[in-house]
């Protein structure tokens, strides 16, 4: 009788535990915790992809100042012998009340005619 007795237990307490198990992943399984599932997969994805583009555009632009100072060294070019960058402005800048009529600034270099060529 006490064999009879440990046996069923034992299927008891096996059929809970798998009775658990099954719920426990048809849980998983619907479709708002794979949705769930897959936009956090996807948001850790974009932040492992953003931080390995920003650290790989900071190297870049580490490299790049280095190998800047390393030609500028080789070429005997000094940081002040450098002339300012030029700039031209789009549009003039007047303090006046009166913004109806903007005037524009001609390019003094070239023109943006494409049939000056043909």
Do not use: C
Request: net charge positive.
């Amino acid at each position: 009788m006490f064999r009879r007795t440990f046996w069923f237990g034992t299927g008891v307490a096996a059929g809970v535990w798998a009775t658990t198990k099954v719920n426990r992943k048809l849980r998983q399984l619907t479709p708002e915790s794979l949705a769930a599932t897959a936009a956090n997969k996807a948001l850790e994805t974009g932040q492992r992809l953003k931080d390995r583009a920003v650290g790989f555009a900071l190297d870049v632009r580490d490299n790049m100042a280095q190998r800047e100072d390393e030609l500028q060294e080789a070429l005997g070019i000094q940081d002040d012998a450098l002339p300012a960058p030029r700039r031209l402005t789009a549009i003039e800048y007047t303090p006046n009340t009166n913004r109806t009529n903007p005037k524009y600034i001609e390019s003094p270099m070239h023109s943006y005619n494409r049939n000056e060529d043909h």
